[in-house]
Structure formats: structure tokens, C-alpha cells
């Protein structure tokens, strides 16, 4: 009867505790939310307004666009060799801040296949700094085959601290092949100058 009693009695307490701790469980959420909501971090809150078709307000803005002014971009290509290379658009109107995208498009005119790189300049020459690039084909070589046509994106950011003095950047790529004597870097003076041939300066 004694061990029975004391089976009972250690049943009855682990009832207990089972039960207390499924309460804790269930408690957590609501006293989670009460402790973000105090200190102001809010964590929750913040994912459920990113979840879609909650109904709710959605994803968060990038309060870091600058609305109160807009920067002209103009797109210039120049090649070292038999390329024909161009972007997709001349110019594009972007808020500092603000994810833009410009496709620039390539094609192998030899009758051979082709390695090739390219290197950017900026004008003026200080904005450089402030032209952030998530993606771009200047990071890599490429190869090419006869005829072979391709086309590849530019994202990128202005940073909002540039100068409101700067109302226009000239972004410029010279296109060169891999293996050939790289060409210099322009100069922003010289950034988008073209010569005969295509030939950037």
C-alpha cells in the first residue's frame, strides 16, 4: 500500500508538472509580445507586417529613398576590339537611395571566340564613390563565341550623402579583351568621349 501511495503521490506531482509547463508554453507569446510592445523592440510585430496576405500594412519601405531630389544617370560604352556594346536605355532619372537596374547588351562580331572585360569610370570623378553597385559584369571576364549575342544587368544605388551639387552622373564602360594590354583608366574629363571607331578615349 506504501509503494502504491508513493507511486500515486509522484503520478500526481509529474501531472503537475507536465501541466505547469504546457501553461508556460502556451503563455509565452502573449508575455513575449507584452515584453517587445514595453521595451520597444518589437520583433514580432515587424514579421508579422512582412508576412504576405496578412491583410496587414505589408513590407516596410526603404525610408532611405531620397524623394526630394532626382539624379540623371547617363549610360556610355565604349569598346577595345571587334564588340558591338551598348546599353539597353541612354539615360534613366533615380531617387538617391533607390535599387536601379540597366541591361547592357554585347555581341562577339569576329569569327572567333573572344575573352573580354570591362572597366568602369564615373564623371564627375567624386560620384564614384557614392555609386554603389550590387550587380555588374565588370566583376568578371567573359567569353564569347563567334556571332554570340548576350545581355547583362547593372543594379545599383546612389548614396543618398552625394553632393546636391552632383544632378547628373555619366556612368562608362570601356570593353576590352582579355589578354590584350588593358586600357587606361579615363579620366572624367574624359569619360565620355568616343572617338572614331568606337574607341573610347
Known amino acids: 500500500m506504501g509503494i502504491r501511495n508513493d507511486n500515486a503521490k509522484m503520478v500526481g506531482k509529474l501531472a503537475i508538472v507536465a501541466a505547469g509547463m504546457f501553461g508556460f508554453g502556451y503563455a509565452m507569446i502573449p508575455i513575449y509580445k507584452a515584453i517587445c510592445d514595453v521595451t520597444g523592440v518589437n520583433i514580432l510585430t515587424l514579421v508579422e507586417r512582412q508576412v504576405p496576405g496578412n491583410g496587414g500594412i505589408g513590407r516596410p519601405t526603404n525610408t532611405q529613398v531620397d524623394k526630394t531630389r532626382t539624379i540623371t544617370v547617363e549610360f556610355d560604352a565604349n569598346s577595345r576590339g571587334p564588340w558591338h556594346f551598348k546599353p539597353a536605355q541612354r539615360t534613366m532619372t533615380v531617387h538617391p537611395g533607390e535599387l536601379s537596374t540597366v541591361m547592357y547588351e554585347f555581341q562577339n562580331v569576329q569569327d572567333r571566340s573572344m575573352s ?6 564615373y564623371a564627375p570623378r ?14 568578371n571576364q567573359y567569353t564569347l563565341q563567334p556571332g554570340e549575342k548576350k545581355e547583362w544587368p547593372v543594379a545599383f544605388i546612389i548614396d543618398p550623402r552625394l553632393s546636391k551639387d552632383v544632378t547628373t552622373i555619366t ?3 570601356t570593353f576590352f579583351e582579355v589578354g590584350a594590354k588593358p586600357p587606361p583608366t579615363p579620366s572624367s574629363a574624359s569619360a565620355v568621349t568616343i572617338v572614331p571607331g568606337g574607341v573610347g578615349a
Open 126 to 139: 567624386q560620384a564614384g564613390a557614392y555609386f554603389n553597385k550590387l550587380e555588374c559584369f565588370c566583376f
Open 171 to 173: 556612368l562608362s564602360y
Open 116 to 121: 573580354a572585360q570591362a572597366i568602369p569610370s
